[in-house]
């Protein structure tokens, strides 16, 4: 991806990487949703905070959680 | 035509496309490398024993018996009371299942090992028993109940994986190889050790001081027999001489030791009289044996002594032993005497011969090896046969883990029935005593109440064992120690992970043990042990390894031809106890018969023929311990052996130029020829295959290892293990706590073929280097390394750690973990994230993946909830809690699991968060050739001012020339020679130890390939400094040698503290890296110091940064317990120096008799509770170890008091500085012999 193609992906509430604002207000009670792989058919899916682990579609009991869209950035000396 | 199977012919070339071929489609039909298989197969195999329908566990189940059990009053006769009679029926094991409470699993139900290692659980599978009851005479009943969920071995029968191919085995998230023979347990893979216990069912004749401590007239001598059941359990039986002749027959039984005269045994077993008995242990009338008066004098006495008792029947006996020992065997009450007499001879004598529904046969086969080990007992005593060695391997076989775990299982099994549910029982009864066992609620009850009531979960305690490896057991298992059984099988490396397998322990008991003689390498060891692979150090020969082509039986094999054949070829039941006129021939420790010595030798040698041909039915795996006949040697006779746990391994059979297999207990007494040119025509029965039989995998590793002093090659073993290399492929599915990897894995180019029939090019262990030896900057003293920096930074030795931090927000309990759900991860929906935390926090508040932590960083934030009316969880306190990340390094977050329970039914209470830590070479990092020679990078020199050759090389690695005079690692000079000669020309070396000779020397070999590729024959190459551009004045030494990192850091191993935590008790600093705490300054430290005269530091050592401390103490009395703080009334809690009084020299001003407070001197002073005293002014501050303080108060504890002399000279005086000169105080000195400035003063 170019660096001009890089999105900064639109979390729900705040963007994250917004750190100008020094706190944010985390979400309403069912929290937010984040999508994980499932540990053996490798379907992504979204999970809510209190949903129970497992793959909707294999009932696989590991879940990965996925690498972050977000820019990873550090010094690489 | 159908697909070609995958070769597994491998030879010693690098086979690039071949194995880039296996990596890309891994094989769908059998693994390319069976040899890594076949290595760990004896463990396997000894778990597939248990469970089959006629396996060890039902062969146990059979010894266990029937329990019977009575109801009513416990202290009245059996007469009349109803008896529940119950048995194992079997034992059956499921595999690894989801449990049926778990509906969202539709496809697969199966639970594989990954997902254990990934979930960090147990693998495990039901485990139930199926028992059958009869109450009185009824018809029986069966039930079935489940005991536990036992852990399951991988790649064995009850294994989801035990037929995947390759390629499956990537599918199930594998290693391609996976090899199993270990057990997952709470997500760590553990195995358990093979150990070496003595050789079974053979009688051992021992000379052990300790005998004599059973009692009076007890001599050294004794003759063990470690007798096995069927079922793989074993029961040793000793026959102790004392010093009037007699014979004592000893056992152990649960733990205690008990004692019978071996007649008492004897008269037992068989209906006999005092003639047989004489005869079986001296020979008929017209043998040689009834010359030996020294034996004729002592069976005399025997048979004499045991008059006393009276017994002469066999059932009288037996009645007499039933008495005595029914408490002991704890059998039911419905037994009379005599059948007790007879469950002691089934249950303790020789139980290899007969160990269930014994028969008559079988008791006189009993019988007759108890005189078989009467007469080695005398001939022991009287010198005409020589001590068996315990420690040597003749005399041993291995305890395989399967068995154990059987043993282990059995004994449970066996404690469920006997003690859980008469226990049971009783309190049921006790609970109802209205109800008899023929009611109609205790017939409802009994299969689920009452055994609800025991401790029925046999799979938890066999998890409790492999966690820990402690042996809980109340009879010991006939073995020597309770801890240590099982171990992590740690993947480092691969090496040290497969290293595991082949590992054999003596046991811990030998551990420690002062004398030296268990740990001696023996010649009998050859071709079972290593004779190179030990650790040094304390476990130095009790932790051997096997021989890589070393085999161990997992099942018996079929003898049943043997007694025939036996007879066929002269034995005969009659015998003498001259060894020169009868030797006997036994089989699995039953006496086939007797022969003359000359017939033993044909005997040996028509079976060992037959054996090798396969005909006449003798197995290949049968061993024919052949002992000649000779003066005062090893008690002659056939020892011959088909059952398991035996060591054995292939020979070449020189008459028919076939594979035989042979075991330790014969070898001593066949002439084996290691190579070809060594067979002496007549002599030679066998060869050997190779000789490097004798090496285990990764003494085989070791190229060159003929050229290196022993020791070095001992050392490679040994750092082959610590190397940091390559563990898997499957990392991205592994949990291990700690994981290390070597980024630029290479294969070496100088290697044996093993290396590649192993399969260790899957795992590389390091990287082939060019290394110079030459002395150049002076940074390469003392083992000390240099590295290339420009290869350092082309990535040279770059290694990485993978750490896994598991964070669970379930309470660990102990007994049952709560089912409620009381945190959840992610930040408080009411609270205010701050910015800090979502720098590594999603919105999750799991860790973002890829993101950079260093100490202190959020690693994820959890809450608390509760349930609310409508059952949803809520937050109340708004408060979000985060786990940081303690160590001091940088990481990266590699992978993040979340993890949910066995049932699908709950939101994410664990995470384990994998990290990445970058580990590129240091300063004071470990390297070493696979020769020994380790060393510290000492400095990363620019490739600039590196020397380098005609050919524009530099090396990657120079070390210094002093490495070797000493050590003399030759096979390291001859590698280099290689490892150059095979990159020049682009070829694999072959480095089989035992291929070169003085004719055909290796410099010779390697020098003519370098010779070719146009460089010195010698190895040696003008080279030129980087500095200053001149050729050096000698030409260096340049190869290419295999490298590998060790994986001791620095950055794991640096301590350094000036304050820090202290222990609370003395003040003095903890111990320990991990938590900051100091390295103590020892005894020797501070001889040194003092020798040195450097009292400042020692004082600085010693106290200002160990346990200084400030302490008040009386002058007066000198102690420090009495003083205290005076209490103000006015200032409150104000402090201040001299507000320190001594109470004990103080007086209470209430308890002074007619006080006139104008007249007293001093000061009035009020402690705590108000009371007021005067005196006790003379206190002072001192700086005193801490430790002195407690010890003070420690022995105040004890009445004993502490009373320290203050030295008046340094007591606070008042008025003025007193001024005198330097002769002053000498005088003062001299006159009075005080200080002078007391005197002054």
């Keep these: ?77 | 035509m159908a697909p070609t199977a995958t070769s597994t012919e491998w030879d010693h070339e690098f086979h690039t496309l071949r194995r880039e071929k296996l990596f890309r489609e891994p094989p769908t039909d059998r693994s390319a490398y069976p040899l890594l298989q076949i290595a760990v197969n004896p463990h396997i195999e000894s778990f597939d024993a248990l469970f089959e329908p006629d396996g060890l566990i039902a062969r146990g189940l059979a010894d266990i018996d029937t329990r019977t059990f009575l109801d009513g009053d416990e202290k009245a006769s059996p007469v009349g009371r109803n008896r529940v009679s119950i048995r194992y029926k079997n034992v059956q094991l499921q595999k690894a299942q989801l449990p049926p409470a778990n509906k969202f699993a539709i496809k697969n139900r199966d639970i594989l090992p990954a997902e254990c290692r990934e979930r960090h659980v147990t693998y495990r599978g039901k485990l139930s028993a199926t028992f059958e009851y009869r109450i009185n005479d009824d018809d029986p009943k069966e039930f079935t109940r489940e005991i536990g969920q036992l852990p399951i071995m991988v790649k064995s029968k009850y294994c989801h994986i035990r037929n995947s191919s390759p390629a499956q085995l990537v599918a199930q998230k594998e290693e391609s190889e996976e090899l199993g023979g270990y057990f997952i347990v709470n997500g760590i893979e553990k195995i358990i050790r093979l150990l070496l216990v003595n050789r079974r069912n053979f009688p051992l004749a021992i000379y052990r001081p300790s005998f004599q401590n059973r009692g009076p007239t007890y001599t050294p001598h004794g003759i063990i027999m470690r007798s096995v059941r069927p079922d793989e359990t074993s029961q040793t039986n000793v026959l102790h001489y004392l010093s009037d002749g007699n014979v004592t027959f000893r056992f152990s039984w649960r733990k205690n030791e008990y004692l019978v005269p071996v007649m008492m045994v004897l008269k037992a077993l068989v209906e006999t009289n005092d003639r047989e008995i004489f005869e079986g242990l001296v020979g008929s009338p017209n043998s040689k044996g009834i010359q030996n008066t020294f034996l004729t004098d002592r069976v005399e006495l025997l048979l004499r002594t045991y008059k006393t008792y009276g017994l002469y029947t066999m059932a009288q006996t037996r009645a007499y032993l039933g008495e005595k020992f029914r408490p002991v065997l704890g059998v039911s009450d419905t037994l009379s005497n005599f059948e007790v007499g007879t469950e002691f001879l089934r249950k303790i004598v020789l139980v290899h011969l007969g160990n269930v529904n014994v028969t008559e046969e079988q008791d006189s086969d009993k019988f007759r090896m108890i005189l078989l080990m009467i007469r080695k007992l005398y001939a022991l005593v009287a010198g005409d046969c020589a001590v068996d060695n315990p420690d040597a391997v003749q005399n041993q076989e291995i305890l395989l883990g399967g068995f154990l775990y059987g043993m282990i299982i059995k004994e449970r099994l066996d404690e469920l029935l006997s003690t859980g549910l008469r226990l049971s029982l009783r309190e049921y009864l006790q609970k109802f005593p209205g109800r008899s066992f023929t009611s109609q609620e205790f017939g409802k009850d009994f299969p689920i109440r009452i055994f609800q009531k025991t401790n029925e979960n046999i799979g938890n305690g066999l998890e409790y064992f492999m966690s820990t490896g402690n042996l809980s057991s109340p009879s010991g298992l006939d073995l020597q120690q309770v801890s240590g059984f099982t171990v992590v099988a740690e993947k480092l490396n691969f090496l040290r992970f497969i290293s595991h397998f082949r590992m054999v322990h003596r046991g811990s008991f030998f551990a420690q043990l002062k004398t030296t003689t268990v740990r001696k390498l023996l010649p009998e060891s050859w071709g079972f042990l290593c004779p190179v692979h030990t650790p040094d150090g304390s476990p130095c020969g009790l932790l051997n390894h096997l021989a890589h082509k070393c085999k161990i039986m997992t099942k018996s094999v079929d003898a049943s031809a043997i007694p025939q054949l036996a007879a066929e070829l002269g034995v005969v039941s009659t015998s003498s106890a001259a060894t020169d006129e009868s030797v006997v021939v036994m089989l699995n420790g039953k006496i086939l018969g007797w022969c003359s010595p000359a017939e033993s030798r044909r005997l040996a040698d028509t079976f060992r023929y037959w054996k090798v041909e396969g005909s006449h039915g003798v197995p290949l795996h049968l061993e024919i311990g052949y002992v000649p006949a000779s003066k005062g040697g090893s008690y002659p006779g056939i020892y011959m052996s088909s059952e398991p746990a035996r060591m054995v391994r292939p020979t070449k059979y020189l008459p028919l130029e076939k594979e035989d297999f042979i075991g330790p207990l014969e070898q001593p007494y066949m002439s084996i020829a290691c190579t070809e040119p060594e067979i002496t025509s007549g002599e030679s029965t066998h060869v050997e295959f190779d000789p490097t039989n004798i090496l285990s995998i990764l003494a085989n590793m070791t190229p060159f290892s003929d050229f290196n002093q022993s020791p070095r090659n001992m050392y490679q073993c040994q750092m082959g293990k610590q190397t940091m290399g390559t563990p898997g492929a499957s990392l991205r599915y592994r949990t291990d706590n700690k994981m290390y990897r070597i980024q630029t894995g290479q294969t070496p180019i100088v290697r044996s073929p093993l290396h590649n029939a192993y399969g260790f090019d899957n795992f590389p262990n390091g990287f082939n280097a060019v290394v110079a030896v030459i002395s150049y900057t002076g940074y390469d003293m003392d083992d000390a390394m240099i590295i290339n920096k420009s290869a350092h930074e082309r990535g040279f030795g770059h290694g990485t750690i993978y750490k896994v931090k598991k964070i669970t927000l379930k309470e660990e309990n102990r007994t049952k973990s709560t089912k409620n759900v009381t945190k959840l991860f992610g930040f408080a929906p009411t609270s205010l994230v701050k910015a800090w935390s979502r720098k590594t926090l999603d919105d999750d508040g799991l860790p973002i993946i890829g993101t950079m932590i260093q100490e202190g960083d959020t690693l994820c934030a959890w809450h608390t909830v509760s349930a609310d009316y409508s059952g949803n969880l809520v937050n109340r306190d708004g408060q979000t809690h985060y786990e940081k990340y303690k160590d001091s390094e940088v990481g990266f977050v590699e992978e993040v699991r979340v993890i949910g329970s066995e049932l699908g039914s709950e939101p994410a209470q664990t995470i384990s968060i994998k990290l990445r830590i970058p580990r590129s070479p240091v300063i004071g990092d470990k390297f070493s050739s696979r020769h020994g020679q380790k060393g510290v990078m000492s400095q990363k020199w620019p490739a600039i001012d590196m020397p380098f050759s005609e050919s524009g090389i530099q090396p990657d690695i120079i070390i210094n020339p002093h490495a070797f005079p000493s050590r003399m690692t030759i096979g390291m000079f001859v590698e280099s020679l290689a490892g150059k000669a095979g990159a020049m020309h682009g070829l694999a070396q072959d480095s089989t130890p035992f291929r070169f000779d003085e004719e055909n020397t290796a410099g010779d070999y390697f020098g003519h390939q370098l010779k070719m590729a146009g460089y010195n024959y010698h190895g040696n190459e003008p080279m030129y400094s980087g500095i200053t551009g001149e050729e050096l004045a000698a030409d260096i030494y340049v190869g290419v040698v295999y490298y590998q990192r060790l994986r001791h850091m620095v950055n794991d191993k640096y301590q350094v503290r000036t304050t820090g935590p202290v222990v609370a008790t003395t003040g003095q600093p903890i111990k320990g890296r991990k938590r900051g705490g100091g390295i103590r300054v020892g005894e020797m430290e501070r001889d040194a110091l003092l020798a040195h005269g450097t009292a400042f530091l020692l004082q600085d050592r010693l106290m200002n940064c160990s346990d200084y401390s400030r302490s008040w103490i009386c002058r007066k009395c000198g102690s420090f317990l009495s003083i205290q703080p005076t209490a103000s009334p006015f200032v409150g809690k104000k402090k201040t120096v001299n507000t320190v009084r001594c109470r004990n020299c103080a007086t209470r001003l209430d308890h002074m008799e007619d006080v006139d407070v104008t007249k007293i001197t001093g000061e009035i002073w009020e402690d705590g509770q108000g009371n007021q005293w005067v005196g006790g002014e003379d206190t002072t501050l001192v700086a005193v170890p801490g430790a002195l303080k407690y010890l003070d108060v420690e022995l105040a504890a004890m009445g004993i008091k502490l009373k320290y002399r203050v030295n008046p000279k340094d007591a606070p005086r008042k008025g003025h500085l007193l001024q005198t000169t330097w002769d002053a105080l000498r005088s003062g000195v001299k006159t009075n012999g005080t200080q002078p400035a007391l005197v002054a003063a």
């Design chain 1, 1 to 77: 991806m170019s660096r001009e193609g890089y999105q900064i992906p639109t979390a729900q509430s705040s963007a994250p990487g917004a750190s100008s604002t020094q706190v944010s207000r985390a979400d309403d009670n069912m929290g937010t949703t984040m999508t994980y792989m499932c540990g053996d058919c490798g379907f992504k899916f979204p999970l809510k905070r209190q949903d129970n682990i497992r793959c909707i579609e294999c009932g696989c009991r590991v879940l990965y959680k996925e690498r972050t869209k977000r820019m990873v950035q550090f010094e690489a000396r």
